[in-house]
């Protein structure tokens, strides 16, 4: 991770560390860095929160200062940005959102003409820029660049979509919270041109209530509705709908690590798995792994993040993989995650085998687990502390290979992430309060 970009672009709390003047040096880097040969364009989408307004503003200005066209989607998913980079003529695309954080947060994730978050190196050029080691001279005259409305975009996605996926979906019964964020324009659509009847809830944002209480990080609202409602499936979107997690009829979540379940066992059952393999991270649930095993499917793990995953996908050709979180990826269809993909082939696997979201799950079995999230000073500095790494090896010689332990630094807040997996929740509990009681009393904040 560099200095100003974590694993999902530069990201934090609008006005204080992601200010205007900062999205504006952002863009003015990229404007620049794109119209060296000549006037292009940039594609800018972003999601529902409050500040998405401003920022989208100055980095559109930052763009246009710098000699590129900047073309305004509006409100829409991030995965509508990956896909309108790839399909139109754009050389870089930007989406503003902070995706499941709080509305007070905001972000600016990156793409290139490939649909993937901008390289390293190009990450490594705009810091730079911000730290001022390098100076720009604003373009003038006819090379100034424009601004431009593009809300056709957005319909482009969507047509896209309901084209790739062709499902008749008459008889089933949905419900879809958006997390009153940008799947709000999109889910409800999509799901209903193809034939389903479609309940939605949290749909109404008004800049402040994205995530709050509801979505894939708080599902408990969509549960409920699914469990009172006789839903066939829900659907909880994050804020900016690159993810998606499941509720069954039960009201039961289903999460990202039943999707590579149900969905590594159709392809490979189709012949299409590649390499026989599902990718994923080294926070999928133990149970996935073991019942993987027990199919006879190769799991490749990556450190945590959607961009680390693809690559490893990229690097071997699988065509599956993705996080708990509820972030997947087909690579036949996509380059990111994107939540109405996800929920499209899931039910496309309900449709075509006539089983239950429940019976496709069966055979895996979820071992408890618990993560906490410490708020820290310094999050590097706790990761090396010499208490913290003593007391990890003690908890990692109880489990004894009848759990896990996990540790490491959030790549977008500054947080300790302990995880522990085991055989009861009592057992998670006590090993993760191991760890986190010391990372709180040596480096924990408010």
């Known amino acids: 991770m560099g200095k100003y970009f974590g694993t999902d672009g530069i990201r934090g709390k609008a006005n204080v560390s992601l200010t205007a003047e900062r999205a504006f040096i952002v863009g003015r880097y990229i404007g620049w860095y794109f119209s060296q040969e000549k006037k292009q364009k940039i594609v800018i989408g972003k999601d529902t929160r409050l500040s998405s307004d401003m920022l989208e503003s100055a980095l559109a200005a930052g763009i246009a200062s710098e000699g590129c066209d900047a073309y305004l989607v509006g409100y829409g998913p991030t995965p509508m940005i990956s896909y309108l980079v790839q399909k139109e003529d754009f050389c ?72 790739e996926f062709p499902l008749d979906l008459s008889g089933y019964r949905l419900a879809a919270d958006c997390a009153n964020g940008s799947s709000s324009v999109t889910a409800e659509r999509v799901l209903k041109a193809l034939g389903a009847d479609v309940h939605v809830i949290n749909s109404t944002p008004n800049g402040t ?8 990080t708080h599902p408990e609202m969509l549960q409920e ?35 590579l379940y149900v969905t590594g066992k159709y392809f490979r059952d189709h012949g299409q798995l ?81 089983k239950t979201a429940a019976e496709l799950c069966e055979g895996l079995k979820i071992y408890p687990q618990l993560l906490v999230n410490v708020k820290v000073s310094d999050k590097e500095e706790a990761m090396n502390d010499a208490d913290v790494a003593a007391a990890i090896a003690q908890v990692n010689e109880e489990l004894h290979g009848n759990g896990r332990l996990l540790v490491r630094p959030s790549g977008t807040e500054p947080l300790v992430r302990v995880m522990a997996e085991a055989e009861t929740d009592e057992i998670c509990y006590e090993e993760v309060e191991k760890i986190a009681k010391i990372v709180r009393e040596k480096y924990g904040i408010d």
């Open 209 to 216: 209530n994205i995530n709050t209480k509801c979505g894939s």
């Open 274 to 354: 590649s390499n026989n393999t599902v990718v994923t991270t080294v926070m999928a649930n133990l149970g996935l792994f073991k019942a993987m095993e027990r199919e006879n499917i190769r799991v490749a793990s990556t450190q945590v993040g959607d961009k680390y995953v693809y690559e490893k996908m990229c690097q071997e050709g699988d065509i599956v993989g993705g996080e708990q979180s509820g972030h997947i990826i087909f690579s036949e269809h996509e380059t990111t995650g994107d939540g109405l993909v996800t929920a499209l082939i899931f039910l496309k696997i309900m449709k075509e085998t006539g």
């Open 92 to 163: 870089c695309g930007a989406m503003i959102s902070a995706s499941h954080n709080p509305f007070y947060d905001n972000g600016i994730k990156l793409f290139s003409k490939d649909g993937l978050k901008i390289s390293s190196d190009i990450e490594d050029l705009i810091e730079e820029y911000i730290d001022g080691k390098t100076s720009l001279t604003f373009k003038s005259d006819d090379q100034i660049g424009k601004v431009v409305s593009y809300h056709q975009g957005l319909e482009d996605y969507i047509d896209w979509i309901c084209r």
């Open 225 to 259: 509705t699914v469990r009172n409602g006789a839903y066939d499936l829900g659907l909880a979107f994050d804020g900016d709908a690159d993810r998606m997690i499941l509720v069954s009829p039960s009201g039961e979540l289903i999460t990202g690590d039943h999707m």
